[in-house]
Every structure is written in structure tokens, then in C-alpha cells.
């Protein structure tokens, strides 16, 4: 349960593509009182809900315990959405999951990781690319087990 909340936490917080792809408004329609008219182009903004108080405690912090429930086992969020959400979810969400807890369950399992400076003089903050935020570089030594 920890790896999976360490998984989410990490995309929750990294938030790689924190725009979702345009989409265009098919008929005319009200969302929360305001019109949008038919072919207006909408880009949904995912990061806003993941860096929402009432959504997650710490925010603003790397916090597994996001998901995690009172018996450290995993919980699911109705606010973690990097693979979008409804019928425009990606397809390969189910494929990414699985290949993300091999890819880091495989690491872990066969090295032990260490920053080669302070965990906490490492800069979080993304790069920003366009659409999308990339995070900073910074070495890491992996020493086989």
C-alpha cells in the first residue's frame, strides 16, 4: 500500500501535465451559471484540484500519507486525476499504473538510493515546459544490494 501512495503521491505532486488537452464543446450549455457556447475550446486545468486544501492536507507538501487511511492501507482520491477523469480518461491509465510500480518496485528492490546532497537542498520546484512541467535534474547515487 505504501509503494501505491508513494506512486500517486509522486504524480499527484510532480503534476507532469498539469493541463489536460483541448477539447471542443459539442452543443450549447451552462457550467456553474456561465454560458459556453457550441465549438468553444475548453482546456481543463487537472493541477487545480490537486493542489486543493480541501482535498489533500498538505498540498504543497510530498506527502504519501495522501493516500493512505488510518490503517496505512491505500485509499483512492476523487481528486487525483493526472489520466484526466470521465469518458476522457486515457486509455492507457491502467498500463501506466501497472508499468509504474514495476519500474519503481524493480529499483527499490535491487538498490539502495541516495541524493548526493541534502534531500532537503533539493529544489522541487518544476521546470515548466509549455503544457507540461518537467522536474529539475539532480544526481542520485545507486548502489546495487
Known amino acids: 500500500p505504501y509503494t501505491d501512495a508513494v506512486i500517486h503521491e509522486v504524480q499527484r505532486f510532480a503534476d507532469v501535465i498539469p493541463m489536460n488537452l483541448p477539447h471542443r464543446v459539442i452543443r450549447d450549455m451552462h457550467f456553474r451559471g456561465f454560458p459556453i457556447p457550441k465549438g468553444t475550446d475548453v482546456i481543463t486545468l487537472l493541477n487545480t484540484v490537486h493542489y486543493d486544501s480541501e482535498q489533500f492536507k498538505t498540498p504543497r507538501e510530498f506527502n504519501p500519507e495522501h493516500f493512505l487511511d488510518a490503517n496505512q492501507s491505500f485509499k483512492k482520491s476523487p481528486a487525483f486525476m493526472p489520466f484526466s477523469a470521465g469518458r476522457r480518461l486515457c486509455l492507457g491509465e491502467p498500463l ?12 527499490l528492490q535491487n538498490f539502495t538510493l541516495q541524493p548526493l546532497v541534502e534531500p532537503e537542498d533539493i529544489d522541487l520546484t518544476p521546470l515548466s515546459s509549455g503544457l507540461g512541467n518537467m522536474p529539475r535534474p539532480f544526481q542520485l547515487c545507486g548502489q546495487v544490494r
Open 96 to 107: 501506466a499504473r501497472m508499468e509504474l510500480f514495476i519500474y519503481l518496485t524493480s529499483i
